[in-house]
């Protein structure tokens, strides 16, 4: 996995152990979903509601609440399963989130700018990827 420069001031900025979170959200929409269920802890979910929250379509909102639940930071309500409530599996990781909404709040551009700089890589690596097997089917 490759991982974003930070210039001094992010150094200074981040914890290390939110660095390395921060480093692993995919994009902005997982953080933007992640960030409103935590908004609301006890609010149950549906994708229908993310989706007009942070103006996706619906089957985005779908993919990202699952997203979520792969990460353990939200799960399934048991008697509604397309319904979804915040929950991170510990509570080390529910104070991660708490320090990464502060820092989104008063750090936004150095949050994102993280975020992308990481993600940017990923799509150039598959980017990569994807030539070269291009390249290999027709030499």
Same mark, same amino acid.
């Given at each position: 996995?490759?991982?974003?420069?930070?210039?001094?001031?992010?150094?200074?900025?981040?914890?290390?152990?939110?660095?390395?979170?921060? @480093?692993? +959200?995919? $994009?902005?929409?997982?953080? *933007?979903? =992640?960030?409103? !269920?935590?908004? #609301?802890?006890?609010? %149950?979910?549906?994708?229908?509601?993310?989706?007009?929250? @942070?103006? +996706?379509? $619906?089957?985005?909102?779908? *993919?990202? =609440?699952?997203? !979520?639940?792969? #990460?353990?930071?939200? %799960?399934?309500?048991?008697?509604?399963?397309?319904?979804?409530?915040?929950?991170?599996?510990?509570?080390?990781?529910?104070? =991660?989130?708490?320090?990464?909404?502060?820092?989104?709040?008063?750090?936004?551009?150095?949050?994102?700018?993280?975020?992308?700089?990481?993600?940017?890589?990923?799509?150039?690596?598959? =980017?990569?990827?994807?030539?070269?097997?291009?390249?290999?089917?027709?030499?």
């Amino acid at each position: 996995m490759f991982y974003a420069k930070l210039n001094p001031k992010q150094q200074k900025m981040f914890s290390d152990e939110l660095r390395r979170f921060i @480093l692993r +959200i995919p $994009s902005i929409p997982f953080l *933007e979903a =992640l960030l409103l !269920l935590r908004s #609301a802890p006890t609010q %149950t979910w549906d994708a229908d509601t993310v989706a007009r929250r @942070l103006y +996706i379509n $619906s089957q985005q909102a779908v *993919e990202l =609440l699952k997203s !979520l639940v792969a #990460a353990r930071l939200c %799960t399934e309500v048991q008697h509604n399963p397309k319904c979804f409530i915040y929950k991170p599996e510990s509570d080390e990781l529910c104070k =991660l989130i708490d320090d990464l909404a502060s820092e989104y709040a008063h750090n936004l551009i150095e949050v994102t700018n993280l975020i992308h700089a990481n993600s940017n890589k990923d799509q150039k690596v598959h =980017l990569l990827a994807d030539a070269f097997v291009l390249w290999k089917e027709n030499p």
